[in-house]
Each structure stands twice: as C-alpha cells, then as structure tokens.
C-alpha cells in the first residue's frame, strides 16, 4: 500500500506562482512512473503531467511552458512548478503513482486545492 500526500496549494494571483509536493510512503517510489491530475468543478479529471522512472516527462498542452514536473527520489517526492498562473488552472490537484503492476495498480492522493483569483 503507497500513501500519497499532496502540499502546497492556495490562492494566488493570476500571473503568480505555486509550488506542489507529493510525499510517497514506501520504499519503491523510484520505480514508479508518477503524474499530476487536476479537476475543475463541473469538469472531469484531466491528465496535467507525468514523469517516468527515468525521468521522462510529458505535458498537457494547456500548461506546456508554465509548468515543471520533477521528482526527487532521495526524498519519496515528486514536484509541479506552476508559474504563470491562469484563472483557469483553478481546480483540486491530485497525485497518481502508477506501480506497473496490474495487480497492485495505481495509487491517488487526496487532493490539494488551488485558486488562481484576483
């Protein structure tokens, strides 16, 4: 079983900046490829990011250039550096581990919100 914690949302301007952490228990945090999702109220869950196990990282077109997904294995954490901030990108961000394992599957964190209003 992997815990995941997300830490880091708030209100912000638009134009501003956020920093999300999500802290993963266990000891096999490297070999998953990790993702960030974000939901907007009346919207469905939207992939926003992802990062392999090798570092590997991918973007939605909505945020490519504003936004930075990294990991520190070291630490059992994986980042999204928001900058940029638009009204839209208000929503609850979530992040996923996928373990590549078809039995064990995926696991979700309970969510951070974040407010881009002036």
């Known amino acids: 079983q992997v815990q995941l914690v997300e830490s880091g949302g708030g209100l912000v301007q638009p134009g501003g900046s956020l920093r999300l952490s999500c802290a993963a228990s266990?000891?096999?945090?490297?070999?998953?490829?990790m993702a960030w999702y974000r939901q907007a109220p009346g919207k469905q869950r939207e992939l926003v990011a992802t990062i392999t196990s090798g570092d590997n990282t991918n973007y939605a077109d909505s945020v490519k250039g504003r936004f930075t997904i990294s990991r520190d294995n070291a630490k059992n954490t994986m980042y999204l550096q928001m900058n940029s901030l638009k009204p839209e990108d208000t929503a609850v961000y979530y992040c996923?581990?996928?373990?590549?394992?078809?039995?064990?599957?995926?696991?979700w964190g309970q969510g951070t919100q974040v407010t881009v209003s002036s």
């Open positions: 996923n581990a996928d373990t590549g394992d078809p039995i064990e599957g995926n696991y």
């Open positions: 266990g000891s096999s945090f490297s070999r998953y490829a």
